[in-house]
């Protein structure tokens, strides 16, 4: 029989710092700039301390994305794929994911550029996760649109101008500000909806429009 | 009297070949990585002839933000001073500015992240001119705001929101695709404004709203 460990909180913690730190400092110096030395000091450790948790740079480049990928698979879209209504689950996967976007200035969003510096095979695991994700966030407005609930926009640029506005949000969110991530989240939730979708059909066949002369 | 020069056509071609090509090899190695000399052999040129145009790889990193800047201005500042209703200015700024985004792969545009490598008197210059250019959108929105036209979303959010449409352009956009420039930058404009935009007040004078039980 196989015990299986249940994850450390601690352990999940200090991965997420470790993360976090490091995606800033690679934002700031650039990947090539950034020695794994650097991130050490960062996070108060020992080089030899750091290298307990990671193996080297392109691991630790490779972990950050992982890291990435796995919030928002447990974030945003596993609660997704729980609702069956398709405007409730687009509401919900851009509020969610707007929401870890605004955290630690959206250093480890940010580093997704950085895809193309990971050696093929992670390359290829990440870029299978996000497409997945994208697909998610397609299908739910394709599922509006066969429900006639879509306004007249292509799906393509419906989605990336959705992931566009969730993921410019580091270019200007401060934490501590006038506005609070979760009043940021839902703004640009109701805004993207705003004009993606057209009123149900339920409504508005109980509704009608009389012209005044 | 002095005799205003005509600026030379050909010489603007050049200046805009020079910057886009190394906006897209900057954005590919990255700007300390990258040499004059990658520069130069990129345009067909050689490290003297590309002297004769720019001084250095500080002044030419200027010299595309100025290039940025300058599109933005003659080609959508400009022409939305002349459009006095604030609806139709708007869908024409995001309109040009996600025209000239899909030019080149939008590189000139990918660099703005760099401006922090300018030294200070550029970077004050540049950033004076995207904040004029920032002002007018969201001095635009809230002129829609004061008549009652705009959807009930903070300003702050809207403005930065519609630069993540169209910024994120360059990442998933490709020239020849199934979709061209204009087909993309009207979407943008329409998901925009109707995520934006309430009826016009005198329209909805003209409709009213009759419940059917």
New interface residues.
């Given amino acids: 029989m196989t015990i299986q460990p249940k994850p450390d909180k601690r352990l999940l913690a200090r991965r997420a710092e470790i993360c976090r730190t490091a995606a800033q400092i690679i934002r700031e110096r650039?990947y090539?700039?950034t020695s794994v030395n650097d991130i050490a000091r960062a996070l108060g450790m020992t080089k030899a301390g750091l290298y307990h948790y990671i193996s080297g740079k392109e691991a630790l480049l490779l972990e950050i994305m992982t890291f990435g990928m796995d919030q928002i698979d447990a974030e945003v879209v596993v609660p997704a794929r729980e609702i069956e209504d398709a405007e409730e689950r687009l509401r919900s996967i851009i509020i969610r994911h707007a929401r870890i976007v605004t955290r630690a200035q959206g250093a480890v969003t940010n580093l997704t550029d950085e895809v193309r510096g990971l050696p093929a095979a992670g390359r290829k695991k990440i870029e299978r996760r996000m497409r997945v994700y994208f697909d998610l966030l397609r299908d739910t407005m394709a599922e509006l649109k066969a429900a006639g609930r879509l306004?007249?926009?292509?799906l393509?640029?419906?989605t990336?101008?959705v992931?566009?506005?969730?993921?410019?949000?580091p270019?200007?969110f401060r934490q501590g500000g006038?506005?609070n991530a979760e009043?940021?989240s839902t703004?640009?939730a109701?805004?993207?909806?705003?004009?993606?979708i057209r009123p149900k059909p339920a409504r508005a066949r109980?509704?009608?429009?009389?012209?005044?002369p």
């Fill in positions: 650039g090539d700039a306004q007249d926009v292509d393509t640029v419906a990336f101008s992931l566009g506005m969730i993921l410019f949000l270019r200007w006038r506005l009043r940021v703004e640009i109701r805004m993207a909806l705003g004009g993606l109980r509704l009608q429009l009389v012209k005044i």
